[in-house]
């Protein structure tokens, strides 16, 4: 019978402790991918830069078009041909989405995905979300896809939803979702304040959009 020295057994022991990091290490990039494809399945759903009748059956051709139409989100400061759709809002007090007022201010860590880059340490209530960027992100408004996209495009769609309620009587003036940029005189981003986001999908919307237009504008800067 072999029987293993004991080098054989500290090189193993080695070799099991790297394993487990990269199973850790691995399960916390996948779940970061997981949103990253909420994020791109949200955009294919609300889109209109791609018409259903020309979505094609192979799995090559869907993914090359992905490919392009998210490219068309990074180059084009006007990005005038997505479209956001929220989701509509009851005022039930038993509706799932609904936050309680009785939660405190949570933290939420925004971090780039693909080295695990602090962007900010987010705090959020069920009355605001407070993305603070960290002091070593130099990220200017005007960079795109800041303005063009998470403002005009997620926050501002999710503005004209709740006026469209507020006309049909389903919501009052002051629960319309506002927002409110924190900049310097050169534009650089300190924070971004959301008032009444009211729903835990809104939230998460936030969070995984604000995630990737940060990364961008860092890719753009680079």
């Known amino acids: 019978m072999s029987s293993f020295s004991e080098d054989d057994i500290r090189r193993a ?5 790297w394993l487990v990091k990269e199973v850790t290490n691995k399960k916390e990039e996948l779940d970061k991918l997981r949103n990253t494809l909420q994020i791109v399945d949200s955009l294919l759903k609300r889109t209109s830069f791609i018409s259903a009748s020309n979505l094609e059956s192979s799995a090559s ?11 068309s989100l990074d180059d084009d400061e006007e990005t005038t ?10 005022k039930s007090p038993s509706d799932k989405n609904k936050l309680s007022n009785s939660q405190g201010v949570e933290i939420r860590s925004l971090k780039r995905a693909k080295d695990n880059l602090l962007i900010s340490n987010a705090e959020y209530t069920p009355a605001f979300v407070r993305i603070a960027l960290t002091d070593d992100m130099n990220l200017n408004i005007n ?17 004209t939803k709740d006026k469209e309620k507020v006309q049909k009587g389903e919501l009052g003036e002051s629960e319309i979702i506002d927002y409110k940029v924190d900049n310097d005189e050169d534009g650089k981003i300190n924070s971004v304040m959301i008032s009444n986001y009211r729903e835990r999908e809104r939230l998460n919307e936030i969070f995984n959009t604000a995630t990737w237009v940060f990364t961008r504008m860092l890719e753009k800067g680079n």
């Not at 041909?81 to 009851?90: A, D, H, L, P, W």
């Not at 896809?145 to 999710?158: A, Q, S, V, Y």
């Open 13 to 17: 022991a080695e070799v099991r402790e």
């Open 61 to 71: 051709n869907l993914k090359n078009r992905n490919t392009q139409q998210y490219q």
């Open 81 to 90: 041909q997505q479209e956001t759709q929220m989701n509509s809002v009851t």
């Open 143 to 159: 960079t795109p896809p800041f303005k063009t996209f998470f403002l005009n495009r997620i926050l501002e769609g999710m503005k």
